[in-house]
Antibody, heavy 118, light 109 residues
Framework: QAQLVQSGAEVKKPGASVQVSCKAS????????VHWVRQAPGQGLEWMGW????????KVAQRFQGGVTMTWDTSITTAYMELRRLRSDDTAVYYC???????????WGQGTMVTVSS | EIVLTQSPGTLSLSPGERATLSCWAS???????LAWFQQKAGQAPRLLIY???IRATGVPDRFSGSGSGTDFTLTISRLEPEDFAVYYC??????????FGPGTKVDIK
């Protein structure tokens, strides 16, 4: 069955960068967008952007533009999200999720906790 | 960008009771591109409803979604112990969309 498996927890200092990976299996990687969503401790869900492995397109939510890069490697069916210039308020669980164009997010990764602390 | 509002913030009910959760959009959502997710503590969100009223695979029929335009509702006909969780609505299908509502927590009375 379709599955997204994310990389492990990270602890970073302010100003550093972090890359979270999302390994897809059980479905055709290029047939789905990969979205990224974050959730700060005790807070709600915040959409960050998407990549389309088939077309090469990407879209980053306005508030993350300039600080987030989303990439992918089709050969290993893995998507990546890099967050730069980390601040303490970037401490959150980061999720990847898949969706076909115009469809809902039907499969989610398990989440990756990123802690930013000096 | 469409802003979603959910009500109530917290719903305290007993097992077996009916839960009615509301989600309002700041502007009309075309094509009923509205989804509902359930999230339990320490877990990823789980898709319950898409297209405003279509149950996702494996979702029990006690969950139902309705609404169109700007007003949407998630109903849980009879709460089971495993239904106590946080529920989010989401607009999807187009950028800059994909916004989530703030969530409704359903807890045990």
């Amino acid at each position: 069955q379709a599955q997204l498996v994310q990389s492990g927890a990270e602890v970073k200092k302010p100003g550093a960068s972090v890359q979270v990976s999302c390994k897809a299996s059980g479905y055709t990687f290029t047939a789905y967008y990969v979205h990224w969503v974050r959730q700060a401790p005790g807070q709600g869900l915040e959409w960050m952007g998407w990549v389309n492995p088939r077309t090469g397109g990407t879209k980053v939510a306005q508030r993350f533009q300039g600080g987030v890069t989303m990439t992918w490697d089709t050969s290993i069916t893995t998507a990546y999200m890099e967050l730069r210039r980390l601040r303490s308020d970037d401490t959150a669980v980061y999720y990847c999720a898949r969706a076909q164009g115009g469809r809902a997010f039907d499969v989610w990764g398990q989440g990756t906790m990123v802690t930013v602390s000096s | 960008e469409i802003v979603l509002t959910q009500s109530p913030g917290t719903l305290s009910l007993s097992p077996g009771e009916r839960a009615t959760l509301s989600c309002w959009a700041s502007q009309s959502i075309s094509g009923s591109y509205l989804a509902w997710f359930q999230q339990k503590a320490g877990q990823a969100p789980r898709l319950l409803i898409y297209g405003a009223s279509i149950r996702a695979t494996g979702v029990p029929d006690r969950f139902s979604g309705s609404g169109s335009g700007t007003d949407f509702t998630l109903t849980i006909s009879r709460l089971e112990p495993e239904d106590f969780a946080v529920y989010y609505c989401q607009h999807y299908g187009s950028s800059p969309g994909f916004t989530f509502g703030p969530g409704t927590k359903v807890d045990i009375k």
